[in-house]
């Protein structure tokens, strides 16, 4: 997992589609996708999972799912994400099988531990800063908490909640392989301009530690 | 798919837990159950489904899953009822496997005729009648609708909606061959008394059919 994910919130979309907004970002050069719904009937997801895994194919861009193995499973998605309050880890990888991208949140350094055990293909630092768009996590990490899972964790780091062009390189710099965006992209006036800039800093961040 | 099954609404348990109410309906006679869940976690409703699914072992009652494919296989339910708005019947079957049980809830018409051509396990008649437990339905098929299914569908039916011991032998009489019964049970002061007393109306009521 490297460069920039997008996870979409419908609601911060204003009047364009949620379609419209992921191909854009995409076109801006965001690598992963992941959609995530929590108010729409599972007939409406999988209907929503399809068209929205037709735009990611030409660009070669994984579709995630957020919670839903269901849907994911039903959609032939590339992969899910999973929260400590979703099906546990080891159920979703035993029904995704192996070939998945399964990510895992961890909101405390007891989760941090536990995915240590884990074959996920990376934990989302969630949240790294407070955020209006998820309001069911634990304290944010911080770019302190960040760095001390990088020292620790075998695995790959999403760092994920408040991340925008003003802290991105920061991030970076901290420890996370890929930056996972929300309001940062859904709500830019310009999605494809916004995953662009962000995708730039990265590689710059990215390539300053590089020659460091 | 005869006899009766119990459908769950935690809201209408009252100060019982889920868990109670369902072993006493179990014990007083009731062959299917499912459970219904739409605001809880992922995570917390795989627990619950895990917990139910230890109480109906000893009596061979076999658990289905409302909606939620995922929570199904994640611990090995018998089966998921899924309604026009849930994930399409084909994509459940193909996920569940031919062993499922695999029930469809139908509306209108034209979910009826529509679900001539698929192979569940039986057809949901959707509400019997009005209901204050279940508000996104169409309009009740009342006993006249029941009839007019009876004779068209090649399925089980299980009719569901507003069912208690004052119509339980009209609907039987009127086609249906299980009754799926929510608040009857679970706002019921003695959920295995009420449970005991619908087992009971529904063998008579086929009796007197068998005889005449």
Chains 1, 2 share one sequence.
Not at 39 to 58: C, H, Y
Not at 115 to 120: F, T, Y
């Amino acid at each position: 997992m490297k460069g920039l994910y997008l996870v979409t919130d419908r609601d911060l979309c204003g009047d364009r589609s949620l379609e419209d907004v992921i191909s854009r970002s995409v076109k801006g050069g965001a690598r992963y996708v992941q959609i995530r719904e929590k108010d729409q009937s599972t007939r409406d997801f999988i209907e929503e999972a399809v068209r929205i895994k037709e735009i990611l194919k030409p660009f070669s861009v994984p579709l995630i799912i957020n919670d839903r193995v269901d849907v994911a499973l039903a959609v032939k998605a590339d992969g899910v994400h999973v929260g400590q309050d979703d099906m546990p880890y080891t159920m979703a990888r035993s029904l995704m099988g192996p070939g998945a991208i399964i990510g895992l949140s961890v909101e405390t350094w007891k989760d941090v531990e536990e995915a240590e055990a884990l074959d996920c293909d990376y934990i989302g630092i969630s949240p790294v800063f407070d955020t209006p768009t998820k309001t069911d996590t634990k304290g944010a990490w911080g770019l302190d908490g960040l760095t001390r899972i990088r020292a620790f964790s075998r695995h790959q780091l999403v760092a994920i909640g408040g991340l925008n062009s003003s802290n991105a390189a920061d991030v970076i710099k901290a420890g996370a392989d890929c930056l996972a965006v929300v309001s940062g992209i859904c709500a830019a006036p310009d999605p494809e301009a916004a995953s662009e800039e962000l995708v730039g800093m990265i590689a710059d961040a990215r390539e300053r530690m590089d020659r460091a």
